[in-house]
């Protein structure tokens, strides 16, 4: 079964240019989750949906940050413009709607900003 | 994330010692998740745990949640060299609400 899948896995790119990262999720699954993963901050929460509406971007640094989810199947975080200090792992996450669920992980997207 | 705290940060142990991982809060977990990490890749769930004094295990590695729903230990028995990555320890800490807190990690090394 495919799990989940990130694009691009690598990206590079300047200061002030728009990133967008790209996540489907596994089907089926109607949790979906954007973590982000730094050497100082650990692994933390930027955003989730349910059912495809976000339910708590409380983790969102800043309006930089958006995120969305058009349908059940594909969902984007753009960061719009970036800053070298956004430059860390982002990982989507999937999960079936109910409580105790696991989460399955995508294989992330390393992000480096110069 | 300071809500979960895991220890150690890192472990180096001789291939077929075993080990224990632990993960403490000072709250009540709601649902208790192990996942192992390599270098540049994904995390790779383990286990989940829900109730309190729960026990699982796959494998070589054990997972047990205390009676108090505050504390997870991951156990290794007998460690191999596939063995080694970074473990970490999540966690529900509302009720209701799904987005997991994860603790920092363990990297553990196994010397063959």
């Known amino acids: 079964d495919a799990g989940v899948i990130q694009s691009p896995r690598h990206e590079v790119t300047e200061m002030g240019q728009e990133v967008t990262l790209r996540c489907k999720p596994i089907?089926?699954?109607?949790?979906l989750f954007w973590y982000r993963q730094t050497m100082m901050r650990g692994l933390e929460l930027l955003i989730y949906?349910?059912?495809?509406?976000?339910?708590?971007d409380s983790g969102m640094p800043e309006d930089r940050f958006s995120a969305k989810m058009p349908n059940a199947s594909f969902s984007t975080l753009k960061i719009q413009p970036s800053e070298p200090r956004d430059s860390a792992v982002y990982f989507c996450?999937?999960?079936?709607?109910?409580?105790?669920?696991?989460?399955?992980f995508g294989d992330g997207t390393r992000l480096s900003i110069l | 994330s300071q809500e979960l705290e895991q220890s150690p940060q890192s472990l180096i142990v001789q291939e077929g010692k075993n080990l224990t991982i632990n993960c403490t809060s000072s709250?009540?977990?709601?649902?208790l998740y192990w996942y192992k990490q390599k270098y540049g890749e994904g995390l790779i769930f383990l286990m989940m745990?829900?109730?309190?004094?729960e026990e699982k295990s796959h494998e070589k590695i054990t997972a047990k949640l205390d009676e108090k729903k505050q504390q997870s230990s991951l156990h290794i028995t007998a460690s191999q060299p596939s063995h080694a990555g970074i473990y970490l320890c999540?966690?529900?800490?509302?009720?209701?609400?799904?987005?997991?807190?994860f603790g920092s990690g363990t990297r553990l090394q196994v010397q063959p």
């Open positions: 996450a999937s999960s079936f709607g109910r409580i105790n669920q696991p989460q399955h």
């Open positions: 089907s089926g699954h109607n949790s």
């Open positions: 949906f349910n059912n495809n509406v976000p339910i708590d």
């Open positions: 709250k009540t977990l709601y649902g």
């Open positions: 745990l829900q109730k309190g004094g």
């Open positions: 999540g966690a529900e800490m509302d009720t209701g609400r799904r987005a997991l807190t």
